[in-house]
């Protein structure tokens, strides 16, 4: 599954920046927060809380995370890092899982992105490789494509066949893309 993960975000950076080096925009760039071409790719990390916590049988779960975005690049970006928090609701095992929730990204520009999201999670090991997909709702890149891996690490598998795992953190890609 990391392989999976690794050639994903690869593939998802690569496309990016070859889309920036294409338009000649390879390099950072100031853009207006709405409307224009967009391919904006941010690495980052996350740490994720699930309430109360994934067990092995699939079960309803409350979960709040936040994390941080930096480098930010591409065609039509704007600050180079930001913070995030998200949180939102699903049906979670040790094995799969699909959610819905709300994601808010503070720039650090002081402007702001609100995403709503469709999650799904697959947890090889106990190991969580989520898939989001979404929108930009309101703020910087209104009405842009977002989509997010994420790959959350756990230090106590047994926890599935206890009480449950209720923290996970790892490393994140967020992509930006708007046609137009």
Not at 47 to 61: D, E, I
Not at 111 to 140: D, K, M
């Amino acid at each position: 599954m990391r392989i999976m993960l690794r050639r994903f975000l690869a593939t998802t950076s690569v496309a990016a920046l070859l889309t920036a080096a294409a338009t000649g925009s390879a390099a950072p760039a100031l853009a207006t927060p709405t409307g224009g071409p967009l391919a904006v790719i941010c690495l980052g990390t996350e740490a994720t809380l699930y309430n109360p916590g994934v067990v092995l049988l699939p079960r309803v779960n409350t979960f709040a995370g936040s994390g941080t975005y930096g480098p930010c690049l591409g065609l039509g970006a704007g600050p180079a890092s930001g913070t995030t928090t998200l949180s939102g609701t699903g049906t979670f095992s040790c094995l799969a899982g699909i959610a819905t929730g709300q994601q808010t990204l503070n720039w650090s520009d002081g402007t702001s992105s609100q995403i709503s999201f469709t999650a799904l999670s697959v947890r090889p090991a106990g190991e969580s490789v989520l898939i989001f997909s979404g929108t930009v709702t309101s703020g910087r890149y209104e009405g842009a494509a977002v989509t997010r891996a994420i790959q959350l690490l756990t230090s106590d598998i047994t926890a599935c066949l206890t009480t449950g795992i209720t923290e996970l953190a790892g490393p994140t890609e967020l992509a930006f893309t708007r046609l137009a």
